[in-house]
């Protein structure tokens, strides 16, 4: 396994491990296609904040180090990548322990929470073959519609055209705290942060349809601890 970038000319496997690992972006492309997103323009939609010319660089550079492989239009991890992923949840694990607090106003990204959201959404108990999401943020004009057809989701920003199943109303910061676990969904609907207006039929599957991140379970771990604490002193 070998990389052209320069390195830290040590002789040490962690070293040699950030000699590959260590530049900025790469773990979390890596995060990316971890979790099933393989396409270019998929990752580089999911990384607003990364150019499409480094995004190209770096997974050039994985691929040279063996962590993926190019198939036609995929990006997908080997052995030695998927390998990874133990170490990038550990990450996610301490992070919800050790710096993970309320939402800063730089980190709220409407857009990107849709885009992660919608590759959680579980369509297995949708019914009929196209099923139409409205997110409406309450403090963020845009609006966003996850549109799942055939079983397959897909973000939106214009009107899709389509007849609306359930309509999703919260704030930014809300509904990103609900979908990395900081606070439980059932907790932001009866406070009346997180609305969910349709069919009751549809509206009662929301919780089981708008899967969590995967890294939710840490942070409620990690919320649960601090409330304790809190309680005890």
């Known amino acids: 396994m070998t990389t052209t970038t320069a390195g830290y000319g040590q002789y040490c496997p962690i070293s040699r491990a950030l000699d590959v690992l260590g530049e900025r972006w790469s773990l979390l492309i890596l995060r990316?296609?971890?979790?099933?997103?393989?396409?270019?323009?998929?990752?580089?939609?999911?990384?607003?904040?990364l150019s499409r010319s480094l995004l190209a660089k770096r997974l050039r550079q994985f691929e040279r180090a063996g962590l993926i492989e190019k198939i036609g239009?995929?990006?997908?991890?080997?052995?030695?990548?998927?390998?990874?992923?133990?170490i990038l949840f550990g990450l996610g694990e301490w992070g919800a322990r050790w710096t993970f607090g309320a939402p800063r106003?730089?980190?709220?990204?409407?857009?990107?929470?849709?885009?992660?959201?919608?590759?959680?959404?579980?369509?297995?108990?949708?019914?009929?073959r196209r099923n139409?999401?409205?997110?409406?943020?309450?403090?963020?004009?845009?609006?966003?519609?996850?549109?799942?057809?055939?079983?397959?989701?897909?973000?939106?920003?214009?009107d899709?055209?389509?007849?609306?199943?359930?309509?999703?109303?919260?704030?930014?910061?809300?509904?990103?705290?609900?979908?990395?676990?900081?606070?439980p969904l059932s907790h932001a609907q009866h406070t009346g942060r997180v609305v969910f207006t349709g069919p009751p039929a549809l509206t009662r599957r929301m919780p089981t349809v708008l899967r969590l991140s995967p890294?939710?379970?840490?942070?409620?771990?990690?919320?649960?601890?601090?409330?304790?604490?809190?309680?005890a002193s």
């Open 73 to 86: 239009t995929e990006h997908l991890l080997t052995d030695a990548g998927t390998q990874l992923q133990p």
């Open 215 to 231: 890294v939710a379970g840490y942070v409620r771990e990690s919320a649960m601890a601090e409330d304790t604490t809190a309680r």
């Open 132 to 158: 139409v999401l409205h997110i409406r943020f309450t403090d963020d004009v845009r609006r966003f519609w996850i549109v799942v057809e055939g079983a397959a989701p897909s973000v939106c920003e214009t």
């Open 160 to 183: 899709p055209g389509y007849p609306v199943d359930v309509t999703i109303v919260a704030d930014v910061a809300t509904l990103y705290e609900v979908w990395l676990g900081r606070m």
């Open 105 to 128: 106003d730089e980190e709220l990204d409407a857009a990107l929470l849709v885009w992660w959201m919608h590759t959680r959404v579980d369509t297995s108990s949708l019914p009929g």
């Open 32 to 49: 990316d296609l971890s979790l099933g997103t393989t396409r270019f323009n998929d990752l580089a939609r999911g990384l607003p904040g």
